[in-house]
């Protein structure tokens, strides 16, 4: 298993920006796809992008495309989003996850069931 703990998120108005942190521990780190999810008030949780072990693939959900950017820093035991031109419907908690195996895709981990880890979550609110 693999320890995820998510930070960055906040409040900030449409338009701005936020990048989010979730660090690793507990597995070797850069073996595994890494994604993150977000969970709306009253809506499923989402997929929103993923990113393979070496970095050079990533794979996002449409609605975020040309706005988001993951990225990690295997060295560090991190993973990031980069979230540009946020809009009052990108408010939800957002999740790190880690994939299963290492088999697992990028978009693979756009099913839930191929999520092995999760963060707690970290609020993102944007007002409009």
């Known amino acids: 298993q693999v320890q995820l703990v998510e930070s960055g998120g906040g409040l900030v108005q449409a338009g701005g920006s936020l990048r989010l942190s979730c660090a690793a521990s507990?597995?070797?780190?850069?073996?595994?796809?890494m994604g993150w999810f977000r969970q709306a008030p009253g809506k499923e949780r989402e997929f929103v992008a993923a990113i393979s072990w070496g970095g050079s693939t990533t794979y996002y959900t449409d609605s975020v495309k040309g706005r988001f950017t993951i990225s990690r820093d295997n060295a560090k035991n991190t993973v990031y989003l980069q979230m540009n031109s946020l809009k009052p419907e990108d408010t939800a908690v957002y999740y790190c996850?880690?994939?299963?195996?290492?088999?697992?895709?990028?978009?693979?981990?756009?099913?839930?069931?191929?999520?092995?880890?999760w963060g707690q979550g970290t609020q993102v609110t944007v007002s409009s």
């Open positions: 507990g597995r070797t780190f850069s073996s595994y796809v």
């Open positions: 996850a880690a994939g299963k195996s290492r088999s697992t895709t990028t978009q693979a981990m756009g099913v839930h069931t191929n999520v092995g880890s």
